[in-house]
């Protein structure tokens, strides 16, 4: 699939009859003004790694003042792309919700987007294994993507190629590796999707049952996440795991 029609796919809204297309087209422009700026989109993008972050941090992620810092974030958390949690003194922030990981993902491979042959830039460490939100993101997830559908564990749910259903033995071959598909397909969130990887052009698994799969790998000590960024390192258990339950090489 092309990657501009699979940004486009993600960037889609279904409106209700009596939604005023001219409020939407507003929503929209304002929601984009807010991101656009240059301090507040590097904030956004720190956030990426779903931890919460202090206005100090993030002001010097912004490279900016820390009385500058907290208006930006108040412009943020007023459009309703991060959302602001308070502990004794501190007030820490985050992605409102996996949505806005998903618009920044899809705008990162738009405005990378290029003519001729795609050729990643992204430094080794962060296009092997990162985290995108609360899934799984780079080569190391694309591949496991793919080889989850070859394994004939997922699907595509109806015409929608978007949206993935598991099946029965994908079902019980998740639960085997301890994901409680039941409990992720139960979430106020979309269960099992595609999301385009801005560093491979091709979707990763994202959605209730990515974040599940995400959490398990990472209890079972397959993978460990950097201190300060979003790269996934691979354990040497993780390289096994991954060989013998997936057939793929990390």
């Not at 991101?35 to 990426?48: G, N, S, W, Y």
């Not at 959490?215 to 300060?228: A, K, P, Y």
């Amino acid at each position: 699939m092309p990657a501009m029609v699979a940004v486009e796919r993600h960037l889609r809204f279904d409106y209700h009859e009596s939604v005023d297309v001219d409020d939407a087209n507003a929503s929209v422009a304002a929601i984009a003004a807010a991101i656009a700026e240059p301090a507040r989109t590097r904030m956004l993008c720190c956030l990426l790694d779903g931890r919460a972050r202090t206005s100090t941090e993030l002001a010097i992620v912004g490279g900016i003042s820390p009385s500058t810092a907290s208006v930006h974030l108040a412009k943020l958390a007023a459009r309703q792309l991060v959302k602001v949690a308070a502990q004794g003194r501190h007030r820490y922030y985050s992605l409102r919700d996996a949505n806005v990981a998903v618009a920044l993902e899809a705008l990162t491979v738009v405005a990378g987007a290029a003519g001729g042959t795609f050729v990643p830039g992204t430094p080794a460490r962060l296009r092997a294994a990162r985290t995108c939100y609360d899934h799984m993101a780079g080569a190391l997830a694309v591949a496991l993507h793919d080889r989850l559908f070859e394994l004939r564990w997922l699907a595509e749910a109806g015409i929608d190629s978007e949206n993935y259903d598991v099946t029965r033995a994908g079902k019980e071959a998740l639960a085997g590796l301890g994901v409680d598909v039941d409990a992720a397909r139960a979430q106020r969130r979309r269960f099992a999707c595609g999301c385009l990887d801005w560093s491979e052009r091709r979707p990763h698994l994202a959605g209730a049952l990515g974040a599940a799969l995400l959490t398990r790998v990472l209890e079972r000590g397959w993978l460990e996440r950097d201190v300060d960024s979003r790269v996934l390192g691979v354990t040497r258990s993780g390289r096994r795991a991954f060989r013998e339950r997936f057939g793929i090489e990390p």
